[in-house]
């Protein structure tokens, strides 16, 4: 019995380092994963940047949880084909993007809502990629445009002006 003992407390130990290093990996990772989303009233938000200097954080779209990287060097918030299509946006027109990796055909749709933190805007352009990751969505100028943003020490304050 003793003998069962010890080794459940191994596996008992094992299991908890395990879920230590696991949730250390995923606040090195993003961060930002357990931001506050607010429903009024917050006119800023501050992320911290990864390992890797980008500032990663959940919101929604219409409504819907996703996952945003901030991206200033994007004129519109970009997302997949698969999550457009599961958020049922109307496609408004077709045209091409320069990206990293090339010229690439996208459509252009518009988002009722998105939020991060407490920070709403409407009526934001969008564009969908086909070449995204359909867990990333790239939060770009056609949001960020309405915010004042300051970059200090691993944190970026978005903020109403």
Known sequence: MAQFSA???????LVM???????YLERRE??????VTFTGGSTSVVLRS?????????GTINGSPVNFIVDTGA????LSKGLANRLALPIEGQG??????GRVQVELTRLTSVQLGGLTMTDVDAMVMPVLDEGVVLLGMSFLKHLELNQREGELRLSLP
């Open 7 to 13: 080794h459940m407390t191994w596996i008992l130990l």
């Open 50 to 58: 990864d390992r890797r200097g980008q500032y990663r954080a959940p």
């Open 30 to 35: 993003n961060p930002n994963a357990e931001l």
């Open 96 to 101: 091409f993007a320069t990206t990293a990796n």
């Open 75 to 78: 004129t519109y918030v970009s």
């Open 17 to 23: 380092l395990t879920y230590g290093f696991n949730s």
